[in-house]
């Protein structure tokens, strides 16, 4: 199983489904802010007798995408993974949970089941290729669902509010490109305002979907610490070479 440990950052092969992988990246410890981009609710397609009819789209067939059969075993996947993660979450702390339209009530059902709380979303509308006059679309497809252990706090006239929409293009830092180009890949300007609300620096975020390890990657240029885990070789190596990377851009000197 391969891991990559620099700096006290972790990134591990391993399966979030099992409580033990948590211990695998934190020992006992807790955090103030799990980081969850699990696989999206995508449905098995089937025709008339049943048989799969997968899309043709390289992009949603990519070996990095998983498909479920029904809502319910999505919620089923979904229980498995984040009652352990929620397990590790601190007191005072957040989960911020990605999805696309279609897992919001499988998630928010099962967080319920874990004690959480609600906290409001983030909307990340994608934005699409130029037109004629350089107009651009901005599609709505994937949203974050934060929630907390207890409601939030109301704000006081000096608070900054949390962050909860975003526009941008796929990778308009030009770093998916960099690391293998995975199909969910979560762009810095995204993850960095979430970053920066939600831990204060020196503190760990826990993620345990790291597909291409964007999450560790923006959480060492904030100046915060990763726990990362993923399933699959190929992605838990690139993980661990882009913290790598990054660790080293920043080391003094
Ligand atoms: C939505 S992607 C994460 C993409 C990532 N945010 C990025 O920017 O590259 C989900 C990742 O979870 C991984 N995965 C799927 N099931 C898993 C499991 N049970 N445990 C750990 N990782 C898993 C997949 O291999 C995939 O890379």
Redesign the pocket.
């Known amino acids: 199983m391969l891991r990559t440990e620099i700096d006290g950052n972790i990134v591990q092969q391993?399966?979030?489904?099992r409580p033990s992988?948590y211990t695998a990246v934190l020992g006992d410890a807790k955090v103030p802010l799990l980081h969850a981009?699990?696989?999206?609710c995508l449905l098995v397609r089937r025709g008339k007798k049943g048989q799969r009819r997968d899309p043709k789209k390289a992009k949603i067939n990519h070996s990095?995408v998983?498909r479920y059969e029904n809502v319910a075993a999505y919620q089923r996947f979904t229980r498995a993974?984040l009652l352990p993660a929620a397990d590790r979450i601190a007191e005072g702390g957040h989960a911020i949970i990605?999805t696309n339209l279609m897992g919001r009530e499988p998630i928010t059902r099962v967080a319920a089941e874990a004690g959480l709380v609600p906290h409001g979303h983030v909307l990340w509308a994608k934005l699409g290729k130029k037109g004629n006059v350089g107009e651009r679309v901005a599609r709505l497809y994937e949203v974050a669902l934060v929630f907390g252990w207890t409601a939030p706090p109301a704000l006081g006239p000096g608070d900054p509010a949390p962050p909860r929409h975003h526009i941008s293009g796929y990778d308009d830092d030009g770093e998916a490109g960099d690391w293998q180009h995975?199909p969910?890949?979560?762009p810095m300007s995204l993850l960095a305002p979430l970053l920066r609300f939600y831990t204060r620096p020196g503190e760990r975020v826990l993620e345990?979907?790291?597909?291409?390890?964007?999450?560790a990657a923006a959480a060492l240029r904030l100046g915060r610490k990763a726990s990362a885990?993923?399933?699959?070789q190929t992605?838990t190596q690139v993980s661990g070479e882009r913290m790598a990377a990054m660790a080293q851009r920043d080391a003094p000197g």
Do not use: M, Q
């Open positions: 391993a399966d979030s489904r992988s981009d699990p696989p999206y990095a998983t993974w990605w995975h969910n890949h979560k345990p979907f790291s597909g291409s390890g964007s999450t885990l993923e399933l699959r992605w």
